[in-house]
Structures are given as C-alpha cells and as structure tokens.
C-alpha cells in the first residue's frame, strides 16, 4: 500500500514562510496523482496544491502566488513551498495521492485537479498523518 509522511509543518508569524515535504512510498495500480489539502476546524477540507507526473500544477485560488508544489521523483519527495503565510493557512495539511481516474468521475468534471484531489482522497486516494501549520498574527 501506499504511505505518505509529511514534515515540516511549524508556527510561523504571518508573512513568514514554510516548507513541507511528504515522503511517499509503496506501490499502487495505475496513474495517481499528488497534491496536498489542508483541514481547519470549522472550514471544509480543502485542496491546496497539486501535481500530476508530467510535472502539470494547480493551486486553489487562496494560495495561488504563494504557494509552490513540487517533486523529486529519485527521492521520493513531494514538497510545498509557502510563502507569505497568513492566519487564513492555519490548518493541519495533508498530503495525497489519489487515481487520475478521479477527474473523469461525474462529480468531478466541473473540478480543477486540486478539487477533486481533496473531494476524492478519502474514498479513493492515501493520505498522511498531516502536519500542523499555524500562522499567528
């Protein structure tokens, strides 16, 4: 199966900056796809950031401009650049990897990538632990 572990999560004070990593590891049938969400007491879950094996990325509006999602496929790594880091971002963030097959779901036609990254995980995708970030004012 596969198994995602993330790190790097801190508190920082606003306009600060942070960088995540999820190591990944295990095998899983067919093309999947990367991203990261976050959840935050009261908020839905959120899609942040994602990204699919030919390097293509999406980002929710909310971090779009500040946020950075990359991978290291020799390593293993997905990461996530934050920059300028506002209260808005604390949550606990996630990372996963879910089925491409996930976009061509009826549900999911009229999502972006990262949408329907954070709408499927759970029913069809892996995930970590999470990592807390918290952003003081």
């Known amino acids: 199966q596969v198994r995602l572990v993330e790190s790097g999560g801190g508190s920082v004070q606003s306009g600060g900056s942070l960088t995540l990593s999820c190591a990944y590891s295990g095998y899983a049938i067919g093309p999947y796809y990367k991203g990261w969400f976050r959840e935050a007491p009261g908020k839905a879950r959120e899609g942040v950031a994602s990204?699919?094996?030919?390097?293509?990325?999406d980002y929710s509006d909310s971090v779009k401009g500040r946020f950075t999602v990359s991978q290291d496929n020799a390593k293993n790594t997905l990461y996530l650049q934050m920059n300028n880091l506002q209260p808005e971002d604390t949550a606990i963030y996630h990372c996963a990897s879910v089925p491409t097959y996930l976009r061509d779901l009826p549900d999911s036609k009229n999502m972006t990538p990262v949408q329907a990254l954070a709408a499927n995980v759970n029913g069809f995708g892996y995930w970590g632990q999470g990592t807390q970030v918290t952003v003081s004012s």
């Open positions: 990204i699919d094996s030919d390097g293509n990325t």
